[in-house]
Structure formats: C-alpha cells, structure tokens
Nanobody, 124 residues
C-alpha cells in the first residue's frame, strides 16, 4: 500500500513561518507530479504548489507566489512546503497529493494518492 503522511502544521501568528513535510512510504508508484492543496471551511479545494518529481520544475498559485517554496528530497521520498510571511487567509487544511502521467496539475480529482490533511491556523 502507498501512504502519504503530512507533518509540520499548527498555529502561527501573521508574518510567521511553517514548513510542511509529506513523507511517502509503501510500494513504488508513478509520481510525475506531487502537489500541495488546501481547503478552507466552505471553500473548494485549491492547488497551492506542485513539483515535477524527477525534473524539479515548480508551479505556484498567484496567492502564494514569493512566499511559499515547494521542494523534494529523493533519498527521503519527501516533499516540503516552506511557508513564509503567513497571512490569516492562508488558514486551511493542507493536503499532500501525488499524481501519475495523466494527472492534470490543478485538478484535484486527477491525483492518485492523498495524505490525511493537516491544519494550519494563522492568527492576526
């Protein structure tokens, strides 16, 4: 079985920083793309950032560009999301996801594996 486990969430004041980690375990699987999504109460799930697993090219939503950085570490099968200059609008449950060759980057329905989600709260 394949598991994605997020860690690093919590409560932080506006202007602070957090780093989320997503560790993959289990049998090998295609992971052309790994991404971070978030979902606030009453809102649709939206892509935050994504990375090509082998090539390392990245994508960021306009709302987080310049503040968040996605990266991956091959030996640990781990993807990270460094979040700086956090704002109350960043408050949400954050999900790690992995997709294969046919995954469409911004379409959460096309991803194959998901983590359990982790809460990030940013206070004023």
């Amino acid at each position: 079985q394949v598991q994605l486990v997020e860690s690093g969430g919590g409560l932080v004041q506006a202007g602070g920083s957090l780093r989320l980690s997503c560790a993959a375990s289990g049998r090998s699987f295609s992971r052309n793309i790994m991404g971070w999504f978030r979902q606030a109460p009453g809102k649709e799930r939206e892509v935050v950032a994504a990375i090509d697993w082998s090539g390392g090219s990245t994508y960021y939503a306009d709302s987080v560009k310049g503040r968040f950085t996605i990266s991956r570490e091959y030996p640990k099968n781990t993807v990270y999301l460094q979040m700086n200059s956090l704002e109350p609008e960043d408050t949400a449950v954050y999900y790690c996801a992995a997709g294969g060759p046919r995954t469409v980057l911004a379409n959460h329905h096309s991803y194959d594996y998901w983590g359990q989600g982790i809460q990030v709260n940013v206070s004023s």
